[in-house]
């Protein structure tokens, strides 16, 4: 596979669920990120890893919790969620420290919280 | 706070016109900048950045970049109806390292 890929594709869960999202970068990336798009509203960054090592926090709430293996893999583990948390989460790569600062998208996660 | 403000639309321009996207800029500090495409129930894919005042020219698209002004626009020619979709504008500055501020989109329809 190419790119960048994160699975599920779609995610219904209930509010005391506990469940992962999973993303995989094939571009020899050292940077990895998780974003969150809702409805009318910008991106919002929610996590940053370089180098594996978690660089930026956005003030993003404790029931989401990201994990980077390694500078290939980065997971985003759900729990006790709210309705509101209910948007497309998308992933992304880049090469960090080469001058270039272009990022790469995965597909998203549609996460439903009921 | 920093900011990135574009108009929501929809810009509406006929097939095969010139559609004329803008973006501003809160930071003067912002040093990369870059314009993302989004269909409907997609992910944003990247189609052009810029680093320097001036025009970037990259097949129907044109980036135009003037940091005096705090502005970036996207120029599509030729627009044709695949061009149909919410264009991101995205910032980075100085000092945010790989920190990327995106605006809200703004959604482009090119009509038969």
């Known amino acids: 596979e190419t790119g960048v890929t994160q699975t599920p594709r779609h995610l219904v869960m209930g509010m005391t669920n506990k469940k992962s999202l999973k993303c995989e970068q094939h571009l020899g990336h050292n940077a990895m990120y998780w974003y969150k798009q809702s409805a009318k509203k910008p991106l919002e960054l929610m996590f940053v890893y370089n180098f594996k090592e978690q660089t930026e926090n956005n003030s993003v709430p404790s029931r989401f919790s990201p994990e980077c293996p390694n500078s290939s893999h980065l997971f985003l583990h759900l729990h006790t969620l709210q309705p509101e948390d209910s948007a497309l989460y998308l992933c992304a790569s880049s090469q960090e420290g080469s001058g270039d600062y272009e990022q790469y998208f995965g597909p998203g996660t549609r996460l439903t919280v009921t | 706070q920093k900011e990135v403000e574009q108009n929501s639309g929809p810009l509406s321009v006929p097939e095969g016109a010139i559609a004329s996207l803008n973006c501003t800029y809160s930071?003067?500090?912002?040093?990369?900048f870059f314009w993302y495409r989004q269909y409907s129930g997609k992910s944003p894919e990247l189609i052009m950045f810029?680093?320097?005042?001036g025009d970037k020219e990259d097949g129907r698209f044109t980036a135009q970049l003037n940091k005096a002004s705090q502005y970036v626009s996207l120029l599509i020619r030729d627009s044709q109806p695949s061009d149909s979709a919410t264009y991101l504008c995205?910032?980075?500055?100085?000092?945010?390292?790989?920190?990327?501020?995106f605006g809200t989109g703004t959604q482009l329809k090119v009509e038969l």
């Open positions: 995205a910032v980075g500055y100085t000092g945010g390292g790989n920190k990327l501020t």
């Open positions: 930071d003067r500090g912002s040093q990369s």
């Open positions: 810029i680093y320097s005042n």
